[in-house]
């Protein structure tokens, strides 16, 4: 029995492994060039993107459940006509109007006025013109520019406690050779919430001055 048990948590831990991986690897996520690397710190260069984008208030957590809805109810045409748009990999956030020079710490405490951009990128066969307008104004289309970002990979759940640490390690990085970051992070998270913490993929994004 105790074998049998064993067994079977071996089967549901190997069926978690095989559906977390065919789920991370048949959705599209954005090309990109890798510029350096070191260990988990890359730059890259990202081409031009388009995106759907929602503005939420609130904690970080709260914001980005909150964005997720509106932004899914527009790929899958919910609320509007015609196709649905593929989902694609990751969904991202970045907080409005913070300084880099603020401390970590401060850029992921809640305040009262926080505003949050939530994004699903869309698939690269579109083109702006192509996709279909949202149903409500909540929900904006926007082109994002080429961009060189340095980006920092990590797994686990992501919480507040380790997405700073891992954000004050990329900017330690980029001090020590000579880069400077421009606007606020980026947090992208690659996978549903039923992904095991382990196997989750998350990254800290920031856009480098020219």
Do not use: C, H
Not at 1 to 19: D, E, N, R, T
Not at 85 to 102: F, G, L, N, W, Y
Not at 173 to 188: D, F, I, M, V
């Amino acid at each position: 029995m105790f074998g049998f048990v064993v067994l079977g948590g071996v089967g549901l831990a190997a069926a978690a492994v095989a559906g977390w991986w065919y789920t991370t690897n048949n959705v599209e996520q954005p090309k990109y060039a890798v510029v350096t690397r070191d260990g988990s710190i890359e730059v890259r260069d990202y081409p031009a993107l388009i995106v759907a984008e929602v503005v939420r208030g609130g904690d970080r957590r709260a914001a980005v459940r909150a964005g997720f809805s509106p932004l899914a109810n527009y790929i899958f045409a919910k609320e509007r006509e015609g196709q649905s748009i593929a989902m694609t990999a990751p969904v991202t956030q970045r907080r409005e109007s913070i300084a880099m020079t603020a401390p970590v710490t401060q850029r992921l405490q809640p305040g009262a006025d926080d505003r949050w951009v939530v994004r699903f990128i869309m698939p690269s066969e579109y083109a702006l013109e192509d996709l279909p307008l949202p149903a409500s104004a909540d929900v904006s289309l926007k082109p994002v520019p080429p961009a060189r970002r340095a980006a920092i990979r990590f797994s686990g759940v992501a919480t507040d406690v380790l997405i700073a640490e891992q954000e004050a390690r990329l900017m330690a990085w980029l001090e020590r050779r000579g880069l400077t970051p421009q606007g606020s992070p980026t947090y992208a998270y690659y996978n549903d919430p039923f992904t095991p913490g382990p196997l989750r993929r998350n990254e800290v994004l920031v856009d480098l001055a020219d």
